[in-house]
């Protein structure tokens, strides 16, 4: 079965960076667009970063703007999806979950199929 796992989580100071990976296995995920959501204790979950195919190995980057100039994501593969988090505030404490779906990039949950268990990002001020 499909299966989305994440890693790279944990606690960090503020102005610290973390890495965070995502592994997609079950099927080819190749022209899917695969991203990553966060959700903060009583907040709804939002969109941080995706990637959509563009071409032949080739996919484009969207960053939310309470996130653009410090994070960046890369699909490293058609199945992998990574997303470097830099300068990190204690505004970026929440669970972070990688997502699948096809098509294009959405900044919409509900309209992502495949979901990971999500991995914690704690930042301390």
């Known amino acids: 079965q499909v299966q989305l796992v994440e890693s790279g989580g944990g606690l960090v100071q503020a102005g610290g960076s973390l890495r965070l990976s995502c592994a997609a296995s079950?099927?080819?995920?190749?022209?899917?667009?695969m991203g990553w959501f966060r959700q903060a204790p009583g907040k709804e979950r939002e969109f941080v970063a995706g990637t959509s195919w563009s071409g032949p190995g080739t996919y484009y980057g969207y960053l939310a703007d309470s996130v653009k100039g410090r994070f960046t994501i890369a699909r490293d593969s058609a199945n992998t999806v990574s997303l470097q988090m830099n300068n990190l505030s204690p505004a970026d404490t929440a669970a972070y979950y990688c997502?699948?779906?096809?098509?294009?990039?959405?900044?919409?949950?509900?309209?992502?199929?495949?979901w990971g268990q999500g991995t914690q990002v704690t930042v301390s001020s």
């Open positions: 997502a699948a779906k096809r098509g294009g990039n959405s900044g919409a949950a509900p309209e992502y199929e495949y």
């Open positions: 079950g099927r080819t995920f190749s022209t899917y667009a």
